[in-house]
Nanobody, 119 residues
Framework: QVQLVESGGGLVQAGGSLRLSCTASGITFSIYGMGWYRQAPGKQRELVATISSSSSTNYADSVKGRFTIFRDNVKNGVYLQMNSLKPEDTAVYYC?????????????WGQGTQVTVSS
């Protein structure tokens, strides 16, 4: 059973930085994408950044130039370095694994970690 555990959220002032971490266990497939999503109160969950098994990255326009996603395949970890944080970055951040094995597509989610940016 795949499990994702996130850490690193918290309260920070605008302009500050945080690093989110996510480690996965129970992975039995070798190729998979990883990513971070967020959900603010009253809003839908949205993509923040993704990184493929070959380390190609994709970012939401709102975080480009401020956030960096990277992964450690040995530790099955994915990380999100968040700089120049803004109050609108406040949300619950979720770690995701997206796996395609044959015809089967699976998505796994962490429990979420709260990020609050004060103005």
């Amino acid at each position: 059973q795949v499990q994702l555990v996130e850490s690193g959220g918290g309260l920070v002032q605008a302009g500050g930085s945080l690093r989110l971490s996510c480690t996965a266990s129970g992975i039995t497939f070798s190729i998979y994408g990883m990513g971070w999503y967020r959900q603010a109160p009253g809003k839908q969950r949205e993509l923040v950044a993704t990184i493929s098994s070959s380390s190609s990255t994709n970012y939401a326009d709102s975080v480009k130039g401020r956030f960096t996603i990277f992964r450690d395949n040995v530790k099955n970890g994915v990380y999100l370095q968040m700089n120049s944080l803004k109050p609108e970055d406040t949300a619950v951040y979720y770690c995701n694994i997206h796996a395609v094995v044959g015809l089967k597509v699976s998505d796994y989610w962490g429990q979420g970690t709260q990020v609050t940016v004060s103005s």
